[in-house]
């Protein structure tokens, strides 16, 4: 029975989303804060930032090899691994300088990476 096909792929898609909750959530807080607004100071979550990190990129993985012709062929797949490449390498370059410009960058390239893997299901092919 194909991976995708089996209980497995939920519970791995279910950890992918927890993953990306507790990363994007994590980055979100540290953004906003940036650009003013009240929110605790969110050194103390970085732990959390870099297992979401890990449980979001090991899972994507798992996900991407288990139909790699179905995701290859997908559009909203090729926007989204983009999105991805573009947002981690301003995470870990721009988004450390701690600037507003980073902040709403960062803000607006996760926005976009979550929104273009929501669209993958919708533009499958």
Not at 80 to 90: M, S
């Amino acid at each position: 029975m194909p991976f995708e096909n089996s209980w497995l792929f939920p519970v791995v898609e279910s950890v992918h989303v927890i993953g990306l909750a507790a990363f994007v959530g994590t980055v979100v807080l540290g953004d906003v804060r940036t650009l003013g607004l009240r929110v605790p100071d969110t050194k103390h979550l970085k732990a959390w930032t870099h297992a979401g990190l890990a449980a979001m990129l090991l899972t994507g993985a798992a996900m991407f090899f288990s139909d790699t012709a179905r995701y290859l062929h997908n559009p909203a797949f090729q926007v989204k691994a983009a999105l991805l490449v573009v947002a981690l390498a301003a995470h870990f370059t721009l988004r450390r300088r701690g600037t507003r410009f980073a902040a709403v960058l960062s803000l607006t390239l996760w926005t976009c990476v979550v929104l273009a893997a929501r669209a993958i299901i919708d533009f499958d092919v």
